[in-house]
């Protein structure tokens, strides 16, 4: 039996073509997608925002990672779902002054699906993780 196993690191190549001052169509592997500012702002409206882009990433790599852990515990959640909201200090993107903390506060709920005490298929395991996701979390930050 052939064991495969997984690169440590591993070369990103990405791709933008910026047809506009605020668009930019991004390519990467085989995937196409598009980041671009609201028409309030001179965009295209094509896309969420590079900020709003940052926090939606954050948002799928708690998703990947929490079903890692969840998998290595024996859990299986039913349907996860991450609620996000942040706090933009915009002085540094409009070029105002430097500022240190662009997202002043980010807060978020996150809820997996388990219900309390019935964990799905690692019933009767309690993982350290599964306290803060099951039935609904919340997280937060300020700066």
Do not use: W, Y
């Amino acid at each position: 039996m052939v064991v495969v196993r997984e690169k440590t690191t591993v070369t990103q190549r990405i791709h933008g073509n910026c047809p506009t001052h605020s668009r930019t169509e991004i390519a990467v592997r085989d995937v196409r997608t598009v980041i671009d500012e609201p028409k309030e702002r001179e965009g295209t409206n094509m896309g969420p925002t590079p900020t709003e882009t940052m926090v939606a990433a954050l948002i799928a790599r708690t998703n990947v990672i929490s079903h890692k852990c969840a998998k290595k515990h024996g859990v299986e959640p039913k349907a996860m779902t991450i609620d996000a909201e942040s706090t933009l200090d915009r002085r540094g993107t409009q070029l105002l002054e430097e500022i240190e903390v662009p997202f002043p506060t980010s807060s978020g709920r996150c809820d997996n699906g388990c219900e309390r005490g019935r964990p799905g298929k690692g019933e009767g395991r309690s993982p350290s993780f599964l306290p803060d996701f099951q039935g609904g979390s919340q997280f937060g930050h300020r700066a």
